[in-house]
């Protein structure tokens, strides 16, 4: 069993309310902070613990913290990114849902940390009720002196407030989300300069991931170094993972980094093994943007050494043989998946997602779907993989954000593990004409046939 | 900017603007636009879960912005409806997790049950059906949004029962 930072105290009854929260402990870390350490402390502290953000990127929390400008003597804003919107991702939601003064006391410290006195959740307007929950945990916050001016007696002050979105993944791209909480289409900005320097209204502003600022009130209790024993090298902590697809228990995990991917997935503690066990065929692992694993490089790296859940590990042979941690979006796909399909289903994600700001993006997601479209169906030509190919390697690395390259990884992936699932839809089209055409006769099955058969 | 075809009560009520000051009190004095995807919300619920162009054009009026800056707004996000929806917008997810665990056969069903297609409303204005990406939940396929509340693990039982229920009047949509 491993350790848990964010999930000990889920099941607790009423934890979702103030007093039941506040009766096991917390707010302890404010409590904490304000009294006894300085911002800087807790920077350190952070920096210490290695925790990389949640969020997907994966980047040191502590450090993107030492960037935020001090000097410049503007307001400095935490927003925390609650927009959770990467396909497979849905860890954040139970997190919020569940145990929002978590995230709450973890907004307070973090800021603290700032030296912002005006910060805002910022969650995606499909979690309605979710908003909702986080408003009431803010307005019991407010009336029990956690939050406004001279916070608990300690001449610190600090508003908070959750604003929602409206529908747009991309505003889970930082700059993005910070020209959405303005009031404006989620267009993300061409960076330098990052939100460190002039992010909200221009003002010095750090973003980070629910998951992210929620493991700081833990952080600040224990210390950053305690923090660091947990995991695995330099994978330190816990993760939650959001699990789904064609597995006996989806649902979101807090696992300590290090843990196997083969426990993590047959284990009865977390995933249970496949639904109906039926044959593992294919991984996404840290959401739809991360390369997907065909299944002889699931529990194994290329090297033949055991797959773990970790940052390293999981990228360990680099796109070619591996992938990648990313948001934790856990997606399991048995034989009856169509890998073609869910490439097609992803392209179809980007490219009603896409801003439109960069033509290869918008652009060549709309034509990633087309073509995926017509080889699921089976009007596919021989020449297509080629231009698939072709197209994603030209949206990657040509974007000002990122939701470029997380539109063309997939393509790629899918292509340089299931090639032949491709070529079989464009050989053999009358067999792909049922969308559940794997459900009936899996690939597996009627693979043979591709050795029969020339063009 | 070009007005709407269909023709839209506008009626902001002394709580709705009380609600929209609240928001409105949560950026600084200056940059009152900030409100505008909260208080589009707020709005769009008040009025039939739309937003004509003379909605919107009262929306820039309350935050002291131009019409454009609402228009452009209301044009990018996919929440905010340009056109009248049905009382009861059912949004199924659609994406990978979702599709793979059933969400496909889910919209046939409803769609057949309503006698409607994917993208359309049903005569009585009670229903619309839309796919939609990736809302969260994917470990709970097959799903889909009605308001602000998700309905998981979807089964044909479960739809016939929702729909009876929106035709009783007994869903809650709205957590106000």
């Not at chain 1, 994600?349 to 087309?370: A, D, I, N, V």
């Not at chain 1, 231009?387 to 790629?412: F, H, M, R, Y």
């Not at chain 2, 269909?6 to 603007?17: A, C, F, P, V």
């Amino acid at each position: 069993m491993g350790q848990k930072i964010l999930l000990d105290k889920i099941h607790i009854p009423g934890i979702k309310t103030y007093d039941v929260y506040r009766q096991n402990g917390g707010y302890a870390a404010v409590e904490k902070a304000l009294k006894h350490m300085t911002p800087d402390e807790i920077t350190e502290e952070v920096k210490t613990s290695g925790l990389k953000g949640r969020g997907g990127a994966g980047f040191p929390m502590g450090m993107k913290w030492s960037f935020i400008d001090k000097k410049s003597g503007k307001p400095r804003h935490l927003v925390c990114n609650a927009d959770e919107s990467e396909p497979g991702t849905f860890k954040d939601r139970y997190l919020m849902e569940h145990i929002p003064h978590l995230l709450v006391e973890g907004m307070i410290v973090s800021s603290y940390a700032l030296g912002c006195n005006l910060s805002y959740i910022y969650i995606r307007g499909e979690y309605m009720w979710v908003y909702k929950i986080l408003e009431r945990a803010i307005k019991e916050a407010y009336a029990a002196g956690w939050l406004g001016k001279n916070i608990q007696g300690s001449g610190y002050d600090l508003d908070l407030h959750v604003h929602c979105g409206a529908g747009a993944y991309i505003c889970g791209e930082e700059t993005a989300l910070i020209e959405s909480l303005e009031g404006k289409r989620g267009n993300p900005r061409i960076k330098p300069p990052f939100p460190a320097i002039s992010g909200l209204w221009q003002n010095p502003t750090v973003v980070n991931n629910v998951e992210s600022i929620s493991n700081v009130p833990w952080i600040v209790l224990n210390s950053g170094a305690d923090y660091a024993n947990i995991g695995h090298g330099k994978s330190t902590g816990t993760k939650l993972i959001s699990a789904s697809g064609h597995i006996k228990n989806p649902g979101v995990y807090e696992i300590e980094l290090g843990l196997s991917v083969d426990e993590f997935m047959n284990s009865d503690q977390y995933l249970g093994g496949m639904m109906n066990d039926r044959p593992l065929k294919a991984l996404v692992p840290g959401g739809s943007s991360v390369p997907i694993l065909p299944a002889h490089l699931i529990y194994k790296t290329a090297a033949n050494e055991d797959r773990l859940m970790t940052y390293e590990s999981l990228s360990d042979g680099g796109f070619a043989t591996g992938s990648m941690l990313g948001s934790g979006g856990f997606i399991v796909y048995n034989d009856t998946a169509c890998i073609v399909r869910n490439t097609w289903n992803f392209s179809r994600f980007y490219h009603h997602e896409s801003c439109g700001q960069c033509s290869p993006c918008r652009e060549g997601t709309g034509w990633l779907e087309k073509v995926l479209w017509r080889i699921e169906n089976g009007q596919g030509r021989e020449e297509d993989i080629e231009l698939l190919w072709s197209i994603q390697s030209k949206i990657e690395g040509n974007t000002i954000c990122p939701l470029g390259d997380a539109a063309a990884w997939p393509v790629a992936a899918a292509i340089r593990h299931f090639r032949d699932e491709f070529e079989y839809h464009i050989r053999f089209p009358e067999k792909v004409k049922d969308r559940n055409h794997f459900t009936a006769e899996p690939f597996s099955q009627v693979q043979h046939l591709m050795h029969k058969q020339t063009l | 900017m070009e007005k709407t075809l269909h023709k839209q009560n506008i009626n902001i009520s002394e709580s709705l603007m009380a609600r929209i000051e609240e928001l409105i009190s949560h950026y600084p004095a200056d940059k009152r636009k900030s409100a505008l995807l909260p208080v589009l919300h707020e709005v769009q619920d008040a009025h039939d879960n739309w937003l004509s162009t003379e909605l919107q054009e009262k929306v820039a009026e309350i935050l002291e912005i131009k019409p454009i800056e609402v228009f452009e707004v209301v044009s990018f996000y996919t929440m905010y409806n340009q056109k009248p929806v049905g009382a009861y917008h059912f949004e199924f997810c659609r994406t990978s997790c979702c599709m793979i665990r059933g969400a496909e056969d889910m919209i046939d069903y409803t769609c057949n049950k309503l006698g409607i297609k994917e993208g359309e409303t049903t005569a009585d204005g009670l229903f619309t059906v839309t796919g939609v990406e990736c809302l969260g939940a994917c470990g709970y396929a097959p799903m889909m949004q009605v308001g602000d509340y998700y309905h998981e693990h979807l089964t044909p039982e479960k739809v016939d029962q929702i729909i009876a229920d929106a035709r009783a009047g007994n869903i809650k949509i709205h957590d106000k």
